[in-house]
């Protein structure tokens, strides 16, 4: 019954590797302000300098600092990642459990539309919606959160049909408890471990469309993300810059993918235990 | 023959009798039952104006009212037409009179015949009653209470009373006297009306066709003593025959919560009775008719707390409860028995609305209940069959038992938490923190159990439906939490559906069984019958099986 998280996580090897990826990326974007040795934003004539003492990854095209931009490029795709991540597993827990525990029609819509939304090739959505609304960060994260919800509550929804036949439910019903104080009270603690493996994966996704999103140029532009610097570097890949400006952008976005990857997968045996003892092949 | 009004007897300021209406036809016999200090022999000596205090009320004897009749007319009508057999023989014989002239007097004081008679009288009445010849020139002290009470017995009978009025006849005397006084006093029976005070139940049942309950000097129940004693509608009857040792109740004897106060406002049992409400604390209830004996009770008697009517619980084409009829009555157990799978858990998760009834319903005080919100589960609580499931595993102790007080949203939390430490008590958890703080995976299975009942206890519901609440626990352990859900029945009043296989326990705690097979209830009756003459085979196969413990039975001692 009782399932460890941490446990299952520190015991993996690539899920040690990931959580110490994630940790470092997590601590560069907090200190983000402290390392980055200038303004990402600040313009300057200096543009396209190779890598310098001064500049470690030399300047773009506008004449902006690289790393500090790779450095301040982290916190939008984190902030991105772990918003996204935080509220779609909320919708999803709220519209699984609630579904489970109501039951009747009410269930049955809410699945109905898990359904359609799983079956709709999200992306191409984004796509369409993010190019007419152009969104802000706050935008892009309820968009993607609102798009990437299904999935997890319809494992939230299996979880909670199972729990809540459980003795210690039926007695809360008992005692006159509403849905609400069960499923606070009984079914979601329950739910913890695989709370947190729908919240990595749904992190790792919105890292990834953030990044495509910026990439394809359809985010805020005001706001640096790696995305846009691949976007940027690609357009002069006739120069060498990609070196110093596409590379080390694409290690950081991948690492962070893979960190999360590790992460996920390495906690996947608390929702299926029969992949326990499973190797990343 | 003897019809009492209204009688109200008090010394000073203490009302003995309160309001008695009472009326015995020739020939027959009442009982007035209660317990000690209730007035029963204030009663017998007001017929007999022996009362010292205060007396109104009319008591008609054969057209006359006795308390209007002058001393001279009293006098002569007392050891003639009405005589006494007082209950303490000690005191009431006089020490300087043989027994055979302690009988003789009252003969010769209303000079009904001459001394002569009187004597023969004498003689043939203790030899009726089993006095041996040598002891007819003994005094009194020289008695045993045995004899003293024969002697008190001819003395009473010696000038053909119309009216007899006994006060304990029986109580000292041995259980085989008492047998042969029985016998004797129903041969006198057929020419003589009697009025037997006693708290003794037994004697109630040998001695009268009809009994009245007395309780703080009111009547609170009359009607024919078989129908009174085999389904009692008074609460505090029924506790009266609860107390009562007998060899044909199986059920643990249970007692009755409190001690007798009086004066009392409103229903003078009310602070002992569990289900009193509002009323019964003001207002007086008056003795009314109904179903066959009168009642003094502002509830009508003991009420039907709950009652399901044709429930039937489907699962796809398996009918798991069949068209299910019962009633629960307030501060009894009913023992639902049958085998695994034979939908005992399912009546008790339908009646609770874990499940949707596929046909009929659930009533609660005669209310159909339809939406169960707080309040009915405020009254209804159930322990479940498995106290390691029930509990969630992720709750200490304490908050598990405080777990139906917050959902209830009772008190403060301060409340909340001595409240659930107090019903821990009650079930005998020990209330260290230590132990509060423990989960259920530290406990053994007769302490989650406990737990459990102290959960579904912590808000004192009214009814509580125990799903094989002793199935996990060794025969010791059983034994004390049976013992402390009877103690909880006496002390609150609560109600119980026992749910279990076993009929060797359902006997020894439910005053009714309800056997239950295929999801049909085949058989329901008071336990006693059920254990001694069990109509279904069924049943009997399940008597059959029961733990008997033969050995015992058959050991010879050397």
């Known amino acids: ?166 003795g210690h439910v039926a007695a809360a019903r008992s005692f006159g408890a509403n849905h609400f104080y069960i499923a606070w009270r009984h079914i979601v603690p329950d739910l913890g471990p695989i709370l947190l493996v729908d919240f990595i994966y749904s992190v790792r996704r919105a890292v990834f469309m953030e990044a495509g999103l910026a990439f394809l140029g359809i985010t805020d532009p005001t706001v640096v993300s790696w995305g846009m610097m691949m976007r940027d570097a690609l357009s002069f890949s006739y120069l060498n810059v990609w070196q110093w400006w596409l590379v080390p952008t694409g290690v950081a976005l991948s690492l962070t993918i893979v960190g999360l990857t590790f992460i996920g997968h390495a906690a996947e045996p608390v929702i299926e235990p029969r992949l326990r003892g499973v190797e990343i092949a | 023959m003897l019809e009492i009004k209204d009688l109200r007897v008090s010394y000073g300021q203490d009302i003995i009798l309160n309001r008695i209406d009472l009326e015995v036809e020739a020939g027959g016999t009442l009982a007035i039952v209660g317990e000690s200090g209730t007035g029963k022999t204030t009663l017998g000596l007001s017929i007999m104006r022996l009362v010292e205090g205060t007396v109104q009320g009319t008591i008609r004897f054969d057209g006359k009212d006795l308390l209007e009749l002058p001393d001279r007319e009293m006098q002569r009508i007392r050891w003639s037409e009405i005589a006494m057999v007082f209950q303490n023989a000690n005191n009431v014989l006089n020490p300087v009179y043989t027994v055979l002239n302690q009988i003789m007097e009252p003969m010769i004081e209303h000079g009904l015949k001459s001394r002569e008679e009187a004597r023969d009288r004498a003689m043939e009445l203790l030899r009726y009653f089993g006095l041996p010849r040598e002891r007819l020139s003994a005094y009194p002290h020289q008695l045993s209470g045995g004899e003293q009470q024969r002697v008190l017995l001819a003395m009473a009978l010696a000038n053909n009373p119309k009216l007899l009025i006994l006060d304990e006849p029986l109580s000292s005397l041995d259980a085989v006297a008492r047998g042969e006084v029985v016998d004797l006093l129903k041969e006198i029976d057929r020419h003589c009306t009697k009025l037997v005070a006693t708290h003794d139940l037994d004697t109630a049942d040998k001695l009268s066709d009809r009994m009245a309950v007395l309780y703080g000097g009111k009547i609170i129940e009359v009607g024919p003593t078989q129908d009174v004693l085999s389904r009692p509608m008074h609460p505090y009857t029924r506790a009266l025959v609860r107390a009562y040792p007998n060899m044909t109740t199986v059920k643990d004897l249970q007692g009755i919560k409190g001690r007798m ?68 009555e307030a501060g009894e157990t009913l023992a639902l028995v049958g085998q695994t799978g034979s939908g005992k858990t399912t009546l008790a998760k339908t009646i609770m609305g874990l499940h949707r009834p596929t046909e009929g319903a659930v009533y609660f005080e005669d209310v159909k209940v339809d939406n169960r919100g707080k309040d009915f589960y405020n009254r209804v609580q159930m322990v479940f069959q498995n106290p390691g499931e029930s509990l969630s595993h992720r709750l200490s102790v304490l908050e598990a038992v405080m777990e139906p007080l ?56 009214v009814l509580l439906i125990a799903d094989e609440p002793t199935a996990f626990l060794d025969a010791s352990v059983q034994a004390k939490i049976l013992k402390l859900l009877l103690n909880l029945q006496e002390q609150r009043g609560l109600s119980m559906l026992y749910i279990t296989h076993d009929i060797a326990a359902a006997r020894k705690v439910s005053d009714r069984i309800a056997v239950m097979l295929n999801g049909k209830i085949i058989e329901e009756s008071a336990t006693s019958e059920i254990v001694t003459a069990p109509k279904q085979a069924y049943t009997r196969s399940l008597l059959r099986a029961a733990s008997a413990l033969h050995s015992i039975e058959s050991s010879e001692w050397p």
């Open chain 1, 1 to 166: 019954m009782h399932i460890d998280l941490k446990k299952e996580i520190k015991e993996s090897g690539p899920g040690k590797t990931g959580l110490i990826i994630l940790l470092l990326m997590i601590a560069v974007a907090l200190l983000a302000p402290i390392l980055a040795p200038y303004d990402p934003y600040q313009q300057s004539i200096a543009s396209l300098l190779p890598p310098s003492w001064q500049h470690w990854l030399g300047m773009n095209h506008v004449g902006q600092d690289i790393w500090s931009q790779l450095l301040y490029g982290a916190r939008t795709s984190l902030l991105v990642g772990f918003g996204v991540g935080i509220l779609s597993t909320l919708l999803g827990t709220i519209f699984g459990v609630s579904a489970a525990l109501i039951g009747g029609l009410y269930e049955k819509v809410v699945m109905r539309i898990v359904d359609a939304f799983i079956v709709i090739p999200m992306v191409i959505i984004i796509i369409l919606v993010a190019a007419y609304i152009r969104p802000s960060i706050l935008t892009l994260i309820l968009l993607l959160s609102l798009l990437s919800w299904q999935g997890g509550a319809r494992i939230m929804r299996a979880q909670a049909l199972s729990l809540k036949e459980r």
């Open chain 2, 261 to 328: 106060t009086r004066p009392v406002a409103g229903c003078s049992f009310h602070p002992r009775c569990t289900q009193a409400i509002d009323i019964c604390r003001t207002k007086t209830p008056r003795l009314v008719w109904t179903q066959g004996r009168h009642i003094a009770c502002h509830r009508g008697g003991i009420i039907t707390l709950l009652s399901t009517r044709n429930i039937t619980k489907s699962f796809g084409l398996l009918k798991a409860v069949d068209s299910v009829n019962l009633y629960i």
């Open chain 2, 406 to 461: 917050d959902v209830q949203e009772v008190g403060t939390k301060e409340e909340r938490e001595s409240k659930a430490i107090q019903v821990l008590g009650e079930v005998e958890i020990p209330q260290t923190k230590d132990f509060l703080n423990k989960y259920p995976h530290h406990l053994s299975g007769g302490e989650m159990q406990r737990v459990a009942i102290a959960r579904a206890l912590v808000l004192d519901p």
